[in-house]
């Protein structure tokens, strides 16, 4: 497909797209292929696969909650950007926080931001179990995709997450696997699983999943635990 047929496609799932949000899409894929080629940001560089399997795929996530009102969101590993930056691009509104552990993943996503002309959105070079030591239940929501394992992941998020607010991990298919290892890290965390929404990809390009952790309670302050523990006991 093209560039306008992609974005016709675009606009089809997501009306909200107008053609300024369209544009910065644009100037963010060829910012990511221009750094691609010096340092690896992402295995995808097919045009339509970037705007199928990380531009489309990012917004699913609005499908699941809406994100038209003013809230706060952290995107845990947000590597090149996804979800976080298209996000914030497609529901200015948000108040999007962008974690990421390597730093020159930190750099392109500063660039990002600025030839962009984006407000309100945040990149943070640390790593999560560091960075919650001052930010304990701030967000309203907390995403995360391609990052861990989910009974990994949800130690790492839900101390983020305020009570009331939610945690939506993107996942692949092999979910089912990871969600029958995670009960007992829900149960732990004080998170509890709303709703689980399937989606396919256009052209065939697989199938994705949102899982939708509601918080009601505190999680206990000892939660997250250093990195090493939590990979070598997790819950």
């Known amino acids: 497909m093209n560039q306008l047929e992609l974005h016709t496609l675009l606009q089809k799932d997501f009306p909200n797209l107008d053609n300024d949000k369209l544009n910065k899409l644009d100037l963010y894929y060829q910012l990511l292929i221009e750094a691609n080629q010096k340092f690896n940001l992402t295995s995808i560089t097919n045009e339509e696969d970037i705007y199928i399997k990380h531009f489309y795929d990012s917004l699913l996530l609005s499908k699941a909650i809406d994100l038209n009102s003013r809230m706060s969101l952290l995107d845990i590993g947000t590597g090149a950007g996804f979800p976080g930056i298209v996000l914030k691009i497609v529901f200015p509104k948000l108040e999007i926080t962008l974690l990421e552990a390597t730093q020159k993943k930190c750099i392109f996503l500063e660039e990002v931001i600025n030839k962009l002309d984006l407000h309100d959105i945040y ?17 309203d929501i907390v995403t995360s995709r391609a990052v861990a394992a989910l009974n990994i992941l949800l130690e790492l998020s839900s101390s983020y997450v305020k009570i009331g607010g939610y945690f939506l991990p993107l996942k692949g298919t092999s979910y089912q696997e990871e969600l029958a290892n995670s009960y007992n890290a ?16 256009p052209l065939d390009k697989g199938t994705r999943y949102i899982l939708k952790y509601s918080k009601m309670n505190k999680t206990n302050p000892i939660y997250p ?6 990979s070598n006991k997790p819950l």
């Open 123 to 139: 990149v943070v070079n640390n790593r999560a179990e560091i960075y919650i030591n001052d930010h304990r239940e701030s967000f």
């Open 186 to 201: 829900a149960k732990t965390l004080k998170m509890e699983l709303e709703d689980i929404k399937e989606f396919n990809l």
């Open 225 to 230: 635990r250093s990195y090493q523990k939590i």
